[in-house]
């Protein structure tokens, strides 16, 4: 090898490393197309992972692909943008946030759902997380999250030939990522957390994230019996022991883990009840460290946390039984000065029942003075469901308000439309994003621009849903038949619906599939053609769930719909993405009002798909009549089965007389001018509102500042 080549390799090699070593990549830039052209295959193959791609290509091989792509330039741009970006001392947090960039908000989260090559996130709680650090970092507030280092993460689903969902689990390598050693004092970082029958050891890990840095805790250390070492191998596996476990070493671990990297965190953000050990802990340390009581201490953390509950449903809150919470608790219930009983007390509704069990969401809401549901519907039935903790007040005077959650812009909107977005809004727009008025000129775009982004994005989809459904037939051993029906699935002028979430029951994947017949003639229509594509894991024990994923893969077989409803597996962000840039018409038909908020229709919005949706979670506070479509008005009925099937005539009533219509109507040159009013509508309304950016300044300015004793000088 001549010397030159190898300085140059080295060179490059050392640029490919900086923009792969900060998540920034994946939305600050558009990371994926270099990478991407470094080495299709591999990007590919590896699940859009950047290390793989540097790692696969020799210092020959290197050189070349950047000459050959023309890539050399663009790194150069890529890395310098990077490092202004980190640099950036105009954000509006720097402005802001005042006193919390000394002692910053401490967000923990056990599921972070940054990039589909990171897979420690299994749904929507994760995603939103992800997209919480990412906005975060894009404003500049000062903010650290704090999670789990699942090294076998959520699973990878593959469906059999029968169309039963089977899970594997690949061994993450965090070495062989953007994954890197908290070091403190030139030493690897490792915490311990005592119990009753023994101490808990983690390794502290860190990812950055843009201008955040995510901590992440991992068991498997040799410090620790063997068989604690895999405490931390995977997302919401194990039974209540490991569980407990799992949440002591992410709340108690994660809070000491950021003392002894220097962070005194100003602000707690708990992400879901998982993490409400971390409460206890800062309170044991306010009573250690300064001398505070009991009271003082639980009132000092108090007004500094943040809890955000995201589950409708009772007997989705995590509980423990005494016995487990006594083996794991003691020790922090000791330096509080408090017993067994005490320590019950904490996650009791009442306090002096013995039978019930400890609520994590309990012992979050009695240790936060700031609480909310995550749409303004969820909010409302969480004020219903937790009554109960404040039987004195009035239904509307639970303290239990509401955030509505909404999705990462930079991250979900594809770079056709940002294109579009760029030539039509204000310079500026995507700083002023959570702003009305920013996004007023899209009423007035030009049809044919907007239809022209709108195929070609569908264009996009549809050759990749062909791509994986034929790989995946193959891979399955079925017929040369279907896999050649696979190669020319779905059709680029006909109507697309997309479905893809977790195939939790509640969510009813199958709701369109209930009467074939009916779904026959909506697919089959002559004149308006329809095509489906699904998409989405069932928990490894939901039997329930791994039902409708064969009830879909069964459909999608049938001849009336082989080519026509398409079924995917391998849910996960990169297809999520994917799929909501691509598609017609977002579906979600939740049972109402179990759907917190639901934010994959929100995706849609940025890529002028419209959402169908039952009026349940952000929905029913998004939809306007003319933004979209909504599948019945809102009710609920006591019987279930009774709502399954209104909802399911209303749905198909809906697709069938309002949807197809609208989109089947077409002018002169062939447009669905009608259509396309209603997109500019959905962009006008609802972009705005149902965007990150917004979420986070809402919990910036209603709740970090406050809490964290920062005066806002200037009203946003
Ligand atoms: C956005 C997203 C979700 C959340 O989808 P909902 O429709 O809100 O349930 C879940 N999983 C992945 C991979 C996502 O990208």
Avoid at 184 to 194: C, D, F, R, T
Avoid at 240 to 268: F, H, Y
Wanted: charged letters at 25%; hydrophobic letters at 40%.
């Amino acid at each position: 090898m001549t010397g030159p080549l190898h300085a140059d390799a080295a060179r490059l090699r050392a640029q490919l490393l900086e923009l792969a070593g900060n998540l920034w990549w994946s939305w600050g830039i558009d990371g994926s197309s270099i990478f991407h052209a470094l080495d299709p295959e591999r990007f590919e193959t590896s699940g859009h992972d950047p290390h793989a791609v540097i790692a696969g290509l020799d210092d020959a091989r290197l050189v070349r692909r950047v000459d050959d792509q023309g890539l050399a330039g663009r790194l150069d741009e890529a890395v310098d943008a990077l490092r202004a970006y980190l640099a950036d001392p105009g954000t509006w947090g720097h402005a802001h946030a005042g006193r919390l960039h000394a002692a910053p908000i401490a967000y923990f989260s056990a599921e972070f759902g940054l990039h589909e090559s990171l897979p420690i996130y299994s749904g929507g709680l994760g995603v939103l997380a992800g997209d919480h650090l990412k906005s975060a970092s894009d404003r500049g507030l000062p903010l650290v999250g704090v999670g789990l280092l699942y090294r076998e993460g959520y699973f990878r689903q593959t469906l059999n030939a029968e169309g039963w969902q089977e899970q594997s689990y690949p061994v993450l390598e965090p070495e062989a990522k953007a994954i890197r050693r908290v070091e403190v004092a030139g030493a690897p970082l490792e915490v311990a957390v005592e119990t009753q029958t023994g101490t808990l050891h983690a390794a502290v890990w860190e990812v950055a994230v843009g201008r955040v840095r995510l901590f992440l805790l991992d068991s498997d250390v040799p410090a620790n019996a063997e068989a604690d070492r895999s405490l931390t191998h995977r997302l919401y596996g194990g039974d209540e022991r490991m569980r407990i476990r799992q949440e002591l070493l992410l709340g108690v671990g994660g809070l000491r883990a950021l003392r002894a990297a220097g962070i005194r965190p100003g602000v707690l953000h708990l992400n879901e009840g998982h993490s409400a050990f971390a409460a206890l802990e800062a309170a044991a340390q306010h009573i250690e460290r300064e001398g505070m009581t009991l009271s003082e201490a639980i009132e000092e953390v108090a007004s500094r946390t943040l809890f955000t509950t995201h589950t409708p449903v009772p007997a989705g809150h995590d509980r423990f039984h005494e016995d487990l919470l006594v083996e794991h608790l003691l020790p922090i219930a000791k330096r509080l000065g408090v017993d067994a009983r005490g320590l019950m007390a904490f996650g009791r509704v009442h306090p002096d029942s013995d039978d019930e069990t400890f609520c994590m969401t309990v012992l979050a809401l009695k240790l936060s003075q700031r609480v909310n549901g995550v749409s303004y519907l969820h909010g409302r039935v969480s004020r219903e469901m937790w009554h109960r903790l404040w039987p004195e007040r009035p239904l509307h005077e639970v303290p239990i308000g509401h955030v509505t959650n909404g999705v990462h812009l930079p991250t979900f909107c594809a770079p056709r439309m940002a294109h579009l977005l760029d030539a039509t809004l204000p310079e500026g727009w995507r700083e002023a994003q959570s702003e009305p008025e920013t996004w007023a000129p899209i009423r007035k775009v030009d049809d044919g621009a907007l239809w022209a982004v709108r195929q070609g994005l569908k264009r996009d989809v549809v050759h990749e849903v062909r791509r994986r459904a034929v790989a995946q037939a193959r891979r399955r051993g079925e017929d040369p038949s279907v896999q050649r029906a696979l190669e020319s699935a779905l059709d680029e002028d006909a109507l697309l619906v997309g479905f893809a979430r977790r195939f939790a029951t509640y969510k009813r994947a199958s709701l369109v599939l209930e009467d074939l017949d009916v779904l026959d003639a909506l697919v089959n229509d002559p004149k308006h053609p329809m095509r489906f594509v699904f998409a989405g894991k069932a928990h490894p024990k939901d039997d329930g769930g791994k039902r409708l994923l064969q009830t879909v893969f069964r459909a999608s077989r049938d001849p009336r719909f082989l080519g026509k409803v398409v079924l995917l597996e391998g849910y996960d962000l990169g297809l999520g993405r994917a799929l909501t840039r691509g598609v017609d018409v977002w579906l979600n038909n939740p049972r109402r009002p179990l759907e917190a908020s639901g934010t994959s229709g929100q995706k849609a919005v940025l890529n002028g798909a419209l959402n169908c949706s039952i009026l349940d979670g952000w929905w029913e506070e998004g939809f306007d009549g003319e933004n979209g479509f909504a599948i019945g008005g809102g009710e609920v009925h006591r019987d279930v089965a009774l709502q399954d099937q209104r909802d399911q005539e209303d749905l198909v009533r809906v697709l069938r007389e309002e949807v197809a219509p609208l989109y089947y109507r077409r002018d002169a040159s062939g447009r669905p001018t009608a259509w396309l009013a209603r997109v500019k509508r959905a962009m006008a309304t609802l972009s705005w509102r149902f965007v990150a950016d917004r979420m986070v300044r809402d919990y910036a300015v209603g709740g970090y500042f406050p809490a964290g004793g920062v005066q806002l000088t200037e009203a946003r």
